[in-house]
Antibody, heavy 118, light 112 residues
Framework: EVQLVESGGGLVQPGASLKLSCVAS????????MSWVRQTPGKTMEWIGD????????NYAPSLKNRFTISRDNAKSTLYLQMSNVRSEDTATYYC???????????WGQGASVTVSS | DVVMTQTPVSLPVSLGGQASISCRSS???????????LHWYLQKPGQSPQLLIY???NRFSGVPDRFSGSGSGTDFTLKISRVEPEDLGDYYC?????????FGAGTKLELK
């Protein structure tokens, strides 16, 4: 069974950094592109970016590119999202997803909740 | 960015009835490779989104044939026939033809 389990969320102060992790199981992690998507409390969905199966290439939403970094460790079957200089508008649930063909996200984690507040 | 306009915002339905959700894009979703990357997701209450339809009309594994997708270019539709209780929730369209990928604002399918 395909499983994606996010962790690392919580309450963080504006301007701080936070790193989310997503541990994958039930499939060969190194065969798949992976993405991060977030959903605001108002339910707006936003694609953050994705990373190639070998970690050699990434795409980002331009609005987040300067503050968010996606990486992966295939030996640990783990996807990461490094968030820096967080703002209140980064408050959201963050999902990691497995991608099949271009942008088709066929498996989602349960989400990690991030709240940015002082 | 490509703007995805999804309508209606809320869709009251009766069990056993039919529902239709529209998604329109601000530019054509036909990729240079000829494929159209328009997908549909359902988020049931308290759950993560789940893939229903990919590339306009292809049902994902395990998705009942009550769900069908159609459309081309900038105009797409998801139809649900014989609505069942487990179909209730928020539906989102997603385009992955153009970067950045963008979602519609969602349609809440609820009981009439």
């Amino acid at each position: 069974e395909v499983q994606l389990v996010e962790s690392g969320g919580g309450l963080v102060q504006p301007g701080a950094s936070l790193k989310l992790s997503c541990v994958a199981s039930g499939f060969t992690f190194s065969d798949y592109w992976m993405s991060w998507v977030r959903q605001t409390p108002g339910k707006t969905m936003e694609w953050i970016g994705d990373i190639k199966y070998d970690g050699s290439y990434t795409n980002y939403a331009p609005s987040l590119k300067n503050r968010f970094t996606i990486s992966r460790d295939n030996a640990k079957s783990t996807l990461y999202l490094q968030m820096s200089n967080v703002r209140s508008e980064d408050t959201a649930t963050y999902y990691c997803t497995r991608n099949t063909m271009r942008g088709v996200m066929d498996a989602w984690g349960q989400g990690a909740s991030v709240t940015v507040s002082s | 960015d490509v703007v995805m306009t999804q309508t209606p915002v809320s869709l009251p339905v009766s069990l056993g009835g039919q529902a239709s959700i529209s998604c329109r894009s601000s530019q054509s979703l036909v990729h240079s490779n000829g494929n159209t990357y328009l997908h549909w997701y359902l988020q049931k209450p308290g759950q993560s989104p789940q893939l229903l339809i990919y590339r306009v009309s292809n049902r994902f594994s395990g998705v009942p044939d009550r769900f069908s997708g159609s459309g081309s270019g900038t105009d797409f539709t998801l139809k649900i026939s014989r609505v069942e209780p487990e179909d209730l929730g928020d539906y989102y369209c997603l385009q992955s033809t153009h970067f950045p990928y963008t979602f519609g604002a969602g349609t809440k399918l609820e009981l009439k």
